[in-house]
């Protein structure tokens, strides 16, 4: 459950609060708070809240045997934290050596790995907890906490079974490149949609959009990164509050040095550029907002590092190239993606940077078919 809250509160939280949620230790750290909080539960339950029979039945368990097992718990669980920290260091170097490093995206964020961490985390600090408890009166406490201890331990073993078969797996390269394939071909089926907050306009309106830019102003970014998730709703937004029109020259994941232009603005007056750029969400990395984009890269990366002279693996550029057809095969089966968009009255607003068919085989397919050149599974799978 909290696995699954946490990718939807991303959505709704601004940027930089976003990305604490898309953070690695955002569901363990969500996770390891039920640890404090059923020893809280337990420590504010008055003793008659429970049955007659429960007390009978934990008044058969001794204060020492029950400290016993809440000290066994709380190191074994640790135990489990430090193995699954050493596997998953194996797994990233791995990964990060024979395809790519943001091929690592899919370990850090894998469900599996950080509900284990988040389940040991609250088993040690609700049996480290529990322990506290030490009066006379408390003994009840002592015995209640104990089942429940060695409960939360049994759930952490089931998630470290789990942990390691899914970490065999994702050390097997055609298991990375089967997941960015995935990623990147249902990235590439939402590529025709327009994006919300806007609609695609006619082609009299994209007509009308280059017109109206033919004596438009150059727009600059004034510091340095990457061009996050471009919020393309935003500057439509912008663009009909101002009556003005803007065009984009940039795509997600480009990289932008100071005073580098990145669109055009017809109609908006020089004090709104810094709100356009801010609506680039500029960041130091790049992010995988803008899904077909990023996935494209990643997989034609792991391309080209497996075709390098110290991995020399066609089969899983093959794959790679397989994988990124499969995409353009929906993308160019689908309507193009709209380039003008429009505000709700049906005015063309905003003009961005084409990406369909055409830009794939430029900026991702061609890289692969370059450094495959003399290799003849590589050639052979190209023709």
């Avoid at 990305?19 to 230790?25: I, M, Q, S, Y």
């Avoid at 990623?183 to 309106?205: I, Q």
């Avoid at 994941?253 to 005073?259: Q, R």
């Avoid at 353009?328 to 607003?349: N, Q, S």
């Amino acid at each position: 459950m909290l696995a699954r809250l946490a990718p939807l509160l991303a959505r709704l939280l601004p940027d930089r609060l976003r990305r604490a949620f898309e953070g690695f230790w955002t569901v363990p750290l969500m996770l390891a708070m039920l640890g404090p909080g059923a020893v809280a539960a337990i420590h504010f339950t008055p003793r008659a809240a429970l049955p007659a029979s429960a007390l009978a039945a934990l008044a058969v368990i001794e204060e020492d045997g029950a400290r016993a097992v809440l000290s066994t718990v709380a190191g074994g669980v640790m135990t489990v934290a430090t193995m699954v920290f050493s596997i998953s260091f194996v797994a990233l170097s791995i990964t990060a050596q024979q395809l790519s490093p943001r091929m690592l995206d899919f370990v850090l964020r894998d469900r599996a790995m950080q509900t284990l961490i988040g389940a040991a985390l609250a088993t040690f600090l609700f049996a480290g907890g529990a322990l506290m408890f030490g009066s006379a009166r408390d003994q009840w406490r002592l015995a209640l906490a104990a089942p429940l201890a060695l409960a939360a331990a049994a759930w952490v073993l089931a998630a470290a079974v789990l942990f390691v078969y899914r970490m065999t797996r994702i050390m097997r390269p055609d298991e990375m490149v089967a997941r960015r394939g995935d990623a990147f071909v249902k990235a590439a089926r939402g590529l025709s949609d327009a994006p919300g907050g806007c609609a695609a306009a006619s082609a009299e309106g994209a007509a009308t959009l280059e017109r109206a830019l033919g004596a438009a102003r150059t727009l600059r970014v004034r510091e340095a990164g990457y061009v996050g998730g471009i919020d393309l709703g935003g500057l439509v937004a912008l663009a009909c509050a101002r009556d003005a029109v803007i065009a984009l020259d940039v795509r997600a994941n480009d990289y932008l040095t100071p005073g580098q232009s990145f669109g055009r603005a017809a109609g908006l007056d020089a004090a709104f550029d810094a709100d356009v750029a801010a609506l680039l969400q500029m960041t130091d990395r790049r992010a995988p907002d803008d899904g077909a984009i990023y996935e494209a890269q990643g997989l034609s990366e792991a391309a080209v590092r497996a075709l390098s002279p110290g991995i020399n693996d066609p089969a899983t550029a093959i794959a790679c190239l397989d994988r990124l057809f499969e995409g353009m095969i929906h993308v160019a089966a689908a309507p193009p993606a709209p380039v003008a968009l429009a505000d709700k009255a049906g005015a063309p607003r905003l003009l961005r940077a084409p990406y369909g068919v055409a830009e794939m085989l430029a900026q991702a397919a061609a890289p692969v078919a370059h450094h495959g050149a003399s290799d003849p599974m590589v050639t052979a799978r190209l023709r």
